[in-house]
């Protein structure tokens, strides 16, 4: 049976200010009590997450401050994360601060980790299983720390996971994206202002898109496989879409030509098997061109 969706829920989003969180938390709290933890150091930043409904608390998890989130809670969705390309910082804030949050938020249901395909070493146009080797596939586009702690990350979740018998899954995110956020936006934006779209040289640039849709319909079915040991599982569509395909299509509804320029210092293809995701009982609603068109619709 199909997990019911998240409703009357008492739920920390860490990482609101980001492109995923923030929106993923202003469409949970329709149907629950959530608090948005980030550092907020632009006191600003809490307004919009506030007027959608989400409690704002402030938190750093680079220096382990975790004095305003709340108590009785049901779920943690981690989503925060540094990439300064400063090892020691980020190491600090996505490894040790991911282990003292759960520390703090031993006795709720479910830990979730949001990790990402980025873990993963690229194998051309492949689809990657969760047993696939790991890699630093992100360096050699400029993000010298991220696949490195983002694995650091995954070890140290499963690790505390054991440690304290907080049921966890651990999510490979690959490719999020909605009407108003993702890479998929980006490429909005530069072919309205005439930008060639880098690609990488062994085309075409695959991946495994998730619409916002997509990603608050899978929580449930996610959250409901967390466990001791935690649970790995690849957080991608059912369908794989290339950076020419949407962008293609991008072109098409702008009525504007799309120039790709090939960048060896791109991310490679990391096409995600969704095998396991689809056998906790979830498959994607949202297909890579209905997202497109509402993405170019939207304005974005």
């Known amino acids: 049976m199909n997990p019911p969706p998240l409703s009357a829920k008492r739920i920390l989003v860490t990482g609101v200010t980001g492109m995923v969180a923030g929106p993923m938390a202003a469409v949970l709290a329709k149907d629950n009590t959530v608090f948005g933890a980030a550092r907020f150091a632009d006191p600003a930043q809490r307004e919009a997450h506030e007027a959608a409904g989400v409690a704002t608390v402030r938190i750093d998890l ?18 925060a994360v540094a990439r300064t390309n400063d090892f020691a910082t980020d190491m600090a804030a996505n490894t040790e601060g991911a282990a003292a949050l759960m520390e703090r938020c031993k006795d709720v249901t479910a830990f979730f980790q949001c990790s990402s395909a980025a873990v993963y070493q690229p194998n051309g146009h492949g689809a990657l299983t969760e047993d696939a080797p790991l890699g630093d596939s992100h360096r050699a586009a400029g993000m010298e720390s991220y696949s490195i702690t983002k694995i650091a990350a995954e070890v ?11 049921p966890t899954v ?10 108003t956020f993702g890479w998929p936006f980006f490429h909005v934006m530069m072919i309205r202002h005439g930008m060639a779209v880098p690609v990488h040289p062994d085309a075409p640039s695959q991946f495994s898109p998730l619409h916002l849709d997509d990603i608050v319909g899978s929580l449930p079915y996610l959250l409901d496989a967390a466990a001791v040991p935690a649970t790995v599982v690849n957080w991608g569509g059912d369908e794989v879409a290339s950076v020419e395909d949407w962008c293609g299509l991008i072109g098409e509804l702008l009525d504007t030509p799309v120039t790709f320029e090939t960048v060896e210092a791109s991310i ?30 939207a304005g974005g």
């Open 62 to 79: 680079e220096r382990g401050d975790l004095d305003e989130v709340p108590d009785g809670l049901d779920y943690v969705l981690n989503f």
């Open 170 to 179: 651990i999510a490979r995110l690959s490719v999020p994206y909605g009407d």
């Open 268 to 297: 490679p293809s990391i096409v995600v098997d969704v095998t396991r995701l689809n056998g906790l009982g979830f498959h994607s609603t949202v297909g890579w061109q209905e997202g497109i068109r509402r993405l170019v619709a």
């Open 156 to 166: 140290i979740v499963a690790h505390t996971s054991r440690r304290l018998g907080i």
